[in-house]
């Protein structure tokens, strides 16, 4: 990783977002799904692997803090759904883990750190119909950069960022990064 | 990995880690309502075998059901082999339908060797003569890590990409309490795998395996059982069962292979079971917390007694479920990604 704990241009790009502003991107989507969910009744998040799921238990800990109420959470891996596995090698399987008590019924909140085709979450809905079947689905993102491929949108959004298709967004998050930022830099080579 | 799997010997620790990692993914499976993935929609599994088998061909079967696959059943039995056709021109055959892969059981060592050579899909070997049996290692070494590396997890993600940390305590561990961290591998577990080693595939793939996770595996057997370049193997060797069961922490029995023994290998076969039979009192001289292992199928009373076979300390009907997901993880491998995978780390 770049930088100790400042985010830098450089390799990576251009930092968007740094550390408070996620903080602050995340207490908002809290307030606002336990808004829509009329205080987090029957909710269940549930993040996509990699760092959907960090992203999940921290909207889990902050709705914990202000509703005093413990909302389930999880992980779904998407991987064995996707559109796209025949053009890259297999890949290893993140963890799918649902709470105890299932999805039947329950709001499903999936959380994912940038939403781009898409095509991640229709593999996600795919997925979650294999699980049970919840009454409702919503998306939360902290990252929303456009481009979509298939009708599909976000419920909650941290930020909308306009980009370019020749860009690339990378979230980083201090669980699996070491350090909390959103950079924006120029293709590199074909990824 | 490679493209095809013939022997254990192919797989590299990365490779034998990433398959044990993805079948305790794919293991989840077995607790959901709906036990099947789209993942290989459209691919076709031959399964092709030339000897008989319940337990792989039934397990490769479902293994590839679950991912979707479709699935082609191919036994020597009622087809063109009995009229002369070769297994070169079996194999042609299956090519021309469209085969993605070809699991292949044949009563000669190197079929699926020379398969591969044929056929442009992948090659599964499912157990050729008394050379390899690379998937019954597999599920094999996934059974003993989640029997003894079971230990208490962190969390979630445990263990994996360094995630842990900061998320929350609740709802962890909800699921598996048994499932290993991933990227756990065998080191300095004691294995003994004991009895007709001359006539096994399995014991030839588990000791090319273990031994490449860190196990230490030691054959005991009779001289005459042993195969002679046996000193090669990288493993150690005993005629003395007794003195081995202290120190191990599995005990594999294999099945005393009659159908291939076309000579005197022992005295007799209650003098067998004698010197190298599990029976109660042997078992009772096992660490407390070491597990019994049997490919199958069992001769009761020969190389196990019933009441080893059923204990608790027995894993035999484990290895049969553990069997379906390893090969699951085997066949996503190497047929869910693209036409020449190179899943390497």
Known sequence: ?191 | MKRHLISAADLSRADALLILDTAEELAQLADRPIKKLPTLRGRTVVNLFYEDSTRTRISFEAAAKRLSADVINFSAKGSSVGKGESLKDTALTLEAMGADAVVIRHPASGAAHRLAGWVKGSVLNAGDGTHEHPTQALLDAFTIRRRLMGGPRRGPQGGRGGLGGTVSPQNRGGLGGASPRANTALDGLRVTIVGDVLHSRVARSNVLLLSTLGAEVTLAAPPTLLPLAVSSWPCAVSYDLDSELPKSDVVMMLRVQQERMNAAYFPSVREYSRRYGLDAARMARLPDHAIVMHPGPMNRGVEIAAEVADSSRSTIVEQVANGVTTRMAVLYLLLGGTEFPAVTQ
């Open chain 1, 1 to 191: 990783m770049c930088a100790a704990n400042s985010p830098v241009a450089g390799r990576d790009g251009l930092a968007v977002l740094d550390a408070e502003e996620i903080r602050r991107a995340l207490t908002r989507i809290a307030h606002e799904i336990l808004e829509r969910t009329h205080g987090g009744d029957e909710v269940i998040l549930l993040g996509i692997p990699t760092r959907g799921v960090p992203l999940a238990y921290r909207l889990a800990d902050r709705i914990a803090e202000f509703e005093k109420v413990v909302v389930p959470c999880g992980s779904l891996d998407v991987t064995m759904h996707r559109d796209d596995l025949r053009l890259h090698p297999a890949r290893a399987l993140g963890r799918t883990e649902l709470p105890p008590e299932g999805v039947d019924g329950k709001t499903v909140v999936l959380v994912d750190d940038v939403l781009y085709s898409g095509r991640t979450v229709r593999a996600a809905l795919d997925a979650l119909n294999d699980l049970g079947r919840p009454r409702a689905v919503q998306l939360a993102v902290l990252v929303d950069r456009g481009h979509r491929e298939l009708p599909i949108r976000a419920d909650y959004v941290g930020k909308n960022l306009p980009t370019s298709q020749r860009e690339v967004v990378r979230v980083l998050l201090a669980e699996v990064d070491g350090q909390d930022a959103v950079m924006i830099g120029e293709e590199e080579g074909q990824s």
